[in-house]
């Protein structure tokens, strides 16, 4: 999630807060991808605010 933060950053995000879901692995699960693809990846909820003179 550190990588995550970073990039928001870089765009100018400030105030970045990432919370994982409590259900993650149950949304993960719910793509079909296969097996244990939860154990790979998460869902979180990010809030953040760009400053509105901020481009990217």
Known sequence: MEE???IL???GFTGIVIQ???NS???IRGWN????VEKMVFSVYITAVKPENVRI
Request: proline share 0%; hydrophobic share 25%.
């Open 9 to 11: 950053t870089r765009a």
């Open 33 to 36: 991808f296969g097996e244990g």
């Open 25 to 27: 692995d149950e949304i």
């Open 20 to 22: 994982n879901k409590s």
């Open 4 to 6: 995550l933060k970073k």
